[in-house]
């Protein structure tokens, strides 16, 4: 703390036989007695433009700094007048009660309770799956297919991933056919017209202990960074 | 002549004089106190360059921009008065307001319309600024205040778009806040994101929305900024556009004229 002081204070003056500073040490130098050096340049000013009765600048600036005498030496925290020290105390808790206020609000604005349907469902047993089709069983209330196909069972996300509405499953075309902006997508997920700049994203699926398959919306598996190779991201069947 | 009388006992009765301090002498000084002692018409400079009423040199869009900015405060706090802004009843408020509270479609289009011209108006007048270069010092400051103000203009739109909660307005929300998951650092789907913990539920689309989708909390934050966070924050950076233009010289002109 008692280092950083004369930092905080700008152009002070040092007091004498301080402890290394090295900044404004040159200041030191320039004068033993700091604050009479500085106010001299302010007088000549005055002189030189004729102006008789400008009153001298007042020597003491109250920077918080109590001078300290050669006799007293150097007195390391306590060259701090009280005024200074009570005044940083003063900001100090202002802005930090501040701080810790605008942290709780921020806070205050995630809550810890979603009122939202559970990203998490049961969608049945891996048998009422035929093998080689689309489920569109769970897309009302979850926005979610289930696809059995060359011996796995996929789950993959109704949200098209150009701006986020929902494709529609087109049996006669084996396609999935987004009506916003016309992307389409093969039934694996991969995307092959239309804006979409990426597949349909894959969910987690795993097997109860009932045996009934279960899939978490909030774990996605993504092709373009190799996630469907994720064991997660299917079941063998 | 008793309304001679009448009227010069009302002219010097004190609260007369308190409330009005200066009379009709039309001499240069008096005209300026008029103006100075005046709340309302010190916002205006007591004296304007012969310039600032060429119209095809600002176009005037500031001014007409602030104007429909008090006509969506009037309309939109009389709205305030019937709309609701939940789940259960955002909508029906809405048609309520549409169909059957006297004067309600009225209010609400002017609303509408005038939140579609603020925007228009805004660009214009940014349009027009760009153009005359009115942006460069000692104007500069003021041009950072303006695009914030344009920005702040944008969100109250966006923000507004949300209330009636109809299928328009969750999809447009929808789309629009799912760009917030692409926010590098604070969005889940974003540069970096996903490294520094963001997941669904902790990052700013989530503070934006209240929740991990467009649902009743959505509908309540973006009530509550549109209706005071964002008017409120508009309204002070305005009191600083406006300071400001008088301190940078006054209405800005083609130069060279006075």
Not at chain 2, 19 to 33: E, I, S
Not at chain 2, 197 to 223: C, E, K
Request: net charge positive; proline share 8%.
């Amino acid at each position: 703390m008692a280092d950083e002081t004369p930092d905080n204070i700008a152009g002070s003056p040092e007091p004498e036989g301080t402890p290394a500073k090295p900044a404004p040490k040159p200041k030191a130098a320039d004068g033993p007695v700091g604050p009479a050096v500085k106010a001299a340049p302010a007088r000549e000013r005055g002189a030189n433009v004729a102006i008789k009765d400008v009153p001298p600048k007042p020597e003491k600036k109250d920077d918080g700094l109590r001078r300290t005498t050669e006799a007293e030496g150097d007195q390391n925290i306590w060259r701090y007048s009280r005024r200074g020290f009570l005044e940083k105390l003063g900001w100090l808790s202002i802005f930090s009660f501040l701080g810790v206020m605008l942290v709780g609000t921020l806070r205050f604005m995630f809550p810890r309770v979603l009122f939202e349907p559970s990203p998490i469902f049961k969608a049945g047993f891996p048998e009422e799956y035929l093998p080689g089709t689309v489920s569109t069983k769970w897309m009302r209330d979850f926005r979610v297919w289930i696809i059995r196909d060359e011996g796995r069972i996929y789950a993959l996300s109704g949200i098209c991933t150009h701006l986020g509405c929902t494709p529609r499953w087109l049996e006669k075309e084996d396609k999935f056919k987004c009506p916003c902006h016309g992307s389409g997508f093969y039934r694996s997920g991969i995307n092959f017209e239309g804006p979409a700049p990426r597949a349909l994203e894959r969910l987690k699926v795993a097997l109860a202990e009932d045996r009934q398959i279960i899939v978490d919306k909030s774990i996605k598996f993504l092709y373009e960074s190799g996630g469907w190779d994720n064991p997660q991201s299917y079941l063998k069947v | 002549m008793p309304i001679a009388d009448l009227k010069k006992t009302v002219t010097k009765s004190p609260i007369w004089k308190s409330v009005f301090r200066h009379d009709y002498k039309d001499t240069p000084r008096n005209r300026y106190l008029q103006v100075l002692s005046n709340v309302w018409l010190h916002l205006h400079p007591t004296k304007v360059s012969r310039h600032a009423v060429e119209l095809r040199y600002t176009w005037g869009m500031g001014g007409i921009s602030f104007f429909i900015f008090l006509v969506l405060t009037v309309t939109g706090v009389v709205l305030m008065f019937y709309y609701r802004p939940t789940d259960q009843y955002a909508y029906y408020d809405m048609k309520y307001l549409m169909n059957d509270v006297p004067f309600g479609a009225f209010i609400r289009n002017m609303h509408r319309w005038s939140a579609h011209a603020m925007v228009i108006t805004v660009w214009l007048h940014m349009l027009r600024v760009f153009m005359t270069g009115s942006y460069k010092p000692p104007r500069e400051f003021n041009w950072v205040i303006g695009v914030i103000l344009l920005v702040l203009t944008l969100l109250l739109s966006f923000t507004g778009y949300m209330l009636p909660w109809d299928q328009l307005a969750m999809w447009a929300v929808t789309v629009g806040t799912n760009m917030a998951r692409a926010t590098p650092l604070l969005g889940h789907e974003g540069p970096l994101g996903p490294q520094i913990g963001m997941r669904p539920d902790n990052d700013i689309r989530f503070l934006l929305l209240g929740g991990t989708q467009v649902g009743p909390p959505a509908l309540l934050r973006f009530y509550v900024l549109h209706c005071v966070f964002l008017p409120v924050a508009a309204g002070l950076l305005m009191i600083v556009h406006f300071w400001r233009i008088r301190k940078d010289g006054g209405i800005s002109g083609p130069t060279g004229k006075l």
